[in-house]
């Protein structure tokens, strides 16, 4: 789960709270340093997308650290086939990439609207 943080200029004006899936990304811990150096909170968790327990769990731990959940994103990336044309795909390869986006933001979006 990745909540889009507003630009550096909007920072100061509306000490956001934020709370970012995928600690592991580098660019996501320098953003959630310059939220805290502005006042804000920001905090980092890494999870998988697809293990809907875990998903739930983590999405209870943010709207009962921030009260509610007011902006949900999904970001997440796949793997898929690369550099393979077209003609020489399965059907399975194809859809793949697909059929994640579309398990891993139903199962975000389901919970969090179980916290409101």
């Known amino acids: 789960m990745q909540l889009v943080a507003p630009s550096r200029a909007n920072l100061r004006a509306t000490v956001p709270r934020w709370f970012w899936r995928a600690a592991h990304k580098p660019e996501w811990r320098r953003r959630c340093h310059d939220i805290a150096a502005f006042g804000g909170v920001a905090l980092s968790a890494s999870l998988d997308a697809l293990d809907e327990q875990a998903v739930v ?60």
């Open 57 to 116: 769990a983590h999405a209870n731990s943010i709207a009962a650290r921030a009260g509610t959940i007011d902006i949900m994103t999904n970001a997440f990336g796949s793997a898929h086939v690369k550099a393979k044309l077209l003609t020489e795909m399965s059907m399975d390869q194809f859809e793949a990439p697909r059929e994640f986006h579309m398990n891993t933001h139903f199962t975000t979006v389901k919970a969090v609207a179980r916290t409101w």
